[in-house]
């Protein structure tokens, strides 16, 4: 085998800290079962992961494709089935569900390393789409060779390059639709947007992007450092973690923002590191930057302090049987229970449909208060209602004066004019549908 891979397995980029047991993230695919013959060609002590997501029929069977390249090469794989909830933002949801899955699986395994099979082709599509959500040098770094335990040591091969290894070894890879269907904003790149653009330019914009990810990422290491650097010459108070403003205001500007974001201690918006500058130039003395923390100025000083919460005002409610109906708040609200699920899904703006048995025999509908969060379907973290409110373009005046629909333990189970909960989404082992729908009274 190594006098076909050599060509291939000699530009693997090296590993910093040694060649130690390495888990190979290995769906199937053409990148990853390359991946998995290079590291072995070059004596890399590998094991093939599989994680199922159980998103198409079939899906199951794609890890006899990994099982049979692994019993090629004389190695073990492993495979994992993961569930992930109907909703939005299925392909995020995907990606961080899979990588909390083989962090678990590296763990058992006793794997100090995870590797994927990420191409050059991959970097350009991210830079790309980082390119559309007006990122910033963070964004056009692309994907890092090295993060944490992850490793992408195959970032300066082709796609073509990991087919023509899979046809060397006369491997089928696994050929995922997912990767044909346009109406994934990655596949629409890959398949409409850089052919186009490479045509129009009359150069493979791949490699262009490849190689401005990586001067990117130069930049930015720069700028840690010196951001980094900028916090020590400005530290006040280093326990407190209190910093000196006019120390902060000598620095130029790119590397204030980046000490500042790194200060705050949790990712923040470009809008709230330019309002906590203003407060280091003393234009401002004080600033919300989420979290319940505040950014103050006082005697030339930077503070982070915590916001005293909000006092939770006393809550009417009134309550709905399930099924049922109940009016507040200029509103009917009407539930009913199905054992078949519904033929079409609502967005959940005036009606939604919710796990039954989660939602139990009765609710309680009132106003949301501040303080009020929850985690919508389709999302991973909990937000105030006022956020996802304003998320789906609500008015202002109607964010706190639409009702919610929680259970009596206080459970957020249906913010109108949003959507659901995920606490009580359907799912797979779901027998009993709730729907709930919303009309002006």
């Not at 769906?27 to 290079?38: M, R, T, V």
């Not at 379907?377 to 005046?397: E, F, N, Q, W």
Request: hydrophobic share 45%; with cysteine; net charge neutral.
């Amino acid at each position: 085998m190594t006098s076909n891979l050599a060509r291939w397995s000699c530009r693997l980029a090296p590993l910093d800290d040694g060649s130690g047991p390495v888990l190979v993230a290995c769906s199937g695919g053409a990148d990853s079962l390359a991946l998995l013959a290079l590291l072995h060609d070059l004596g890399v002590p590998v094991t093939a992961g599989h994680i199922d997501h159980g998103l198409r029929s079939g899906s199951d069977l794609e890890f006899a494709t990994v099982e049979r390249a692994a019993a090629e090469l004389g190695i073990a794989a492993r495979s994992q089935r993961i569930v992930l909830e109907p909703g939005a933002n299925l392909e995020a949801r995907a990606r961080d569900r899979r990588y909390e899955s083989l962090e678990a699986m590296a763990d058992e395994l006793g794997c100090v390393t995870i590797a994927t099979g990420h191409t050059l082709d991959d970097q350009a599509e991210t830079v790309l789409l980082a390119t559309l959500r007006g990122a910033g040098i963070d964004g056009l770094s692309g994907i890092a060779l090295r993060r944490g335990r992850l490793w992408r040591p195959q970032l300066c091969l082709r796609r073509h390059d990991t087919l023509e290894i899979c046809r060397l070894l006369a491997w089928v890879p696994v050929d995922d639709p997912m990767n044909d269907d346009v109406a994934f904003r990655r596949v629409w790149l890959r398949r409409e947007v850089l052919p186009a653009l490479s045509a129009g330019a009359d150069r493979d914009l791949a490699t262009v992007l490849a190689r401005q990810a990586v001067s990117a990422r130069a930049d930015r290491e720069v700028l840690d450092d010196l951001a980094s650097g900028l916090l020590v010459a400005a530290a006040v108070d280093v326990a407190a973690g209190h910093l000196d403003a006019a120390v902060l205001l000598a620095a130029p500007i790119a590397v204030q923002r980046r000490a500042v974001r790194s200060w705050i201690g949790f990712p923040v918006d470009l809008a709230h590191v330019d309002a906590v500058l203003d407060v280091v130039a003393g234009s401002r003395t004080a600033v919300d930057v989420g979290r319940a923390l505040r950014v103050r100025r006082s005697a030339g000083a930077l503070f982070r302090e915590p916001i005293a919460p909000t006092p939770v005002p006393q809550i009417v409610a009134v309550e709905c049987p399930v099924p049922g109906r109940a009016e507040f708040a200029g509103f009917e609200i009407v539930t009913r229970v199905e054992a078949c699920p519904p033929v079409g899904w609502p967005a959940g703006m005036s009606s939604v449909v919710l796990d039954a048995d989660a939602v139990g025999d009765r609710v309680e509908l009132r106003l949301p208060v501040p303080t009020d969060t929850f985690v919508a379907v389709g999302s991973r973290r909990p937000r105030t209602i006022t956020a996802t409110r304003k998320d789906a373009g609500l008015p202002i005046g109607l964010r706190q004066s639409l009702p919610i629909v929680a259970r009596p333990d206080g459970t957020i189970l249906w913010a109108l004019g949003y959507g659901g909960a995920a606490t009580a989404c359907v799912t797979q082992r779901t027998s009993r549908y709730c729907w709930m729908s919303a009309t002006v009274v």
